[in-house]
């Protein structure tokens, strides 16, 4: 038994974390809001391809570093850090490894190493989020089963999102004949089961590093801001709030990580290792935007402060994977609990 | 990462689940917070040494097998989920003795440790005072130096101490220089509650059991040998027991899990009262000790490599007392109208209530969070 990452995965975390220190600080972000400017943001989708971060889950015979789940969460906690305003998530830890599965239908997985592929992700309603960044859409939602939608040659809409650097679209029609229709995959149950846990878990891990960043950005803030002559973070209602949020997010970690390795190991208890990783998470980066928005005050409430870059990407991420009650559901189906009864019995 | 358990571990968790499930009183003991209870939970406390499990992680010659930190917490999780009574030595083998283990003598250690695992001496924590509960150090009983005597002669009231009715010894904080102020000048003793000058007055506690005792010290003698550490280095030796009290050895999370499972047994027995929401609290809590447990692993492997725990501990204190409540007071909806009743879940429901108050209150350990983990100025 040994609860801590290896070498190597600190090795590739904290490269990727500086990376994204220099590539995606605030500014960019905010760059990938409509209206800005897109060549930073195709730098850092340059730059995490150099690294190989792309194909971090392709095997190495395709091309790839051939590493699991285990590896690229403290990544995509990184990156939630950073909000990347990217489809690296969907295209490293979902999309990768299933056309890596899948014997690459479509022949995608070298320009996906090369940094030429971003694949997003549809969802049930057909949203895309990093649509109008990506090259591909994967639909599991789709009427017809799942496909691989080439966005340029499908109807789309721009939608505008809560998160602007989400550039989200929307597809239009992907009945089998509809204009998205797309290439099907033929993906088998216990795969299909697996890319949705997998997705899942990058968000809990996104979530992780989103909630850390809210945490830091405040815990600066309030050593520095004063009222009543003293420092705001000084005050117990304020750091006790602040208490609560590094609570959440440090109960949280150790779960997703589970969650991971119950993934790359194939473990029994996958499924609800990464319910519970994925609730634990969205509690905790929920509480902590919360709790950022609420101590910095009305500062925190304006565009021109960095907060809401990273508040509203919890949101939308939240929104995205949505299913808390999916999750609980699942949970408490693991765990052997009836379904729930709509009649309490035992009133007197 | 390996999260995949140890052979070797497993043999002994197989060999404890053995024991354990072999032995283990037929029926739950009366609560160890009365006097017969107590009496009774003694006889299973000799039990546990006479078979070599009354403390696992310690040396041999102390009584010990010298189990790992893996194993102690294995253990603690097999005894748990078997059931098996609560341990009323507790404070003397999980906050004491590690004291003893890191501040103690040879001497001290020789002569302490073998008696406290063979439940012969049964210690008590004197640390708080009518007048000095979160403000520990605003204490004010005091130890006057008798130099002819080569010792300290003690005078105080020390309160709210856990079963100091039932125990034989008490260890806490005396303020040895009244010159120093606050956490200065204070020592840290041993105290035997037979000593001339010792009177103790049990009282009831909120849930009914006579636990809590006041201990009033009346020029006290105590000998050089029964102080712990140096003299006026006292609250540095309380406070390396602190972090025991509120992380691993006082609450290691074998507790919640088993607790946890038990509501989802009780849950699957009353589908009729299982609404949503209750389902959603049963799902949540049993996520609470799973969280908890995943968080000591990842803490203990940090704690081999030689990173103490230190203020993270407040972190393990707040999470599992709030988490102890949620998961009693889930239990009582379950149960509906027999939730009234005197019985297990609701004294334990009770008994939850105390956690965010004892071992430092939990407003107390969002302060430590708050300054020593994120580094928030002072007031
Ligand atoms: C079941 C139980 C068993 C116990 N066993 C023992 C024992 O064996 N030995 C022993 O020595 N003691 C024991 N105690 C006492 C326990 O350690 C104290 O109750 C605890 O430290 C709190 O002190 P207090 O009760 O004086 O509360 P107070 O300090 O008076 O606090 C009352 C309230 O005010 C809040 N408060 C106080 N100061 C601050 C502050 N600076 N900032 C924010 N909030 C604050 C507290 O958080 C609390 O909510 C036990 C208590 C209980 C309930």
New binding site residues.
Partial sequence: MRFALTDDQITLRDAVGDLLAAECPPAVVRAAWPGGDQEPVDRLWTALAEMGVLAAMVPESAGGLGLTEVDLVPVLTAAGYAAVPLPLAETAAVAGPLLAALDDPGGHLAALTEGRCRIALAGPTALVPYGQRADLALSTHGPDGPRLIRLAAATTAPVPTVDGSRAALRLVDQTAAGPSAGTRLDIGDDLLALTADRATLAAAAHLVGLGRRLLDLTVAHVGTRHQFGAPIGSF?AVKHQLADALLGLELAAPMVLAAAWATATGAATRAADVSAGYLLAADAAERAARVALQCHGAIGYTVEYDLHLYAKRVWATTAATAGTDAHLDRLGTALGLPAATTDPGGRP | MDLRPDPVDEQFRAEARDWLRTHRPARPLPSGDTRDGFAAHLDWERQLFDAGWAVVSWPRRYGGREASLWQWLIFEEEYAAAGAPQRVTQ?GIFLLAPTLFEFGTDEQRDRILPAMAAASQLW?????EPG?????AALTSRAVRDEAAGGWRLTGH???????AFCTHLF?LFRTDPQQRRHRGLSYFLVPLDAPGVTVRGFG?FDGDE??ADVFLDDVFVPDADVIGEVGAGWRVAMATTGSERGLTLRPPGRFTAAAARLVELAAARPDRLTGRLREQVVRAWLGARAYHLFTLAQVTRMLDGDPPGAASSLNKIHWSELDIALHRTALELLGPDAELDAGWTRGFQ?SL?GP????????QR?IVAERLLGLPRR
């Fill in positions: 117990q | 404070n008590c924590q004197g640390w708080s000095a509960g979160s403000d520990l020390k309160t709210w101490t856990t079963r100091g806490g506690r636990g809590f008994f105390a108050i004892y071992a430092g209150t939990n407003e107390i302060g």
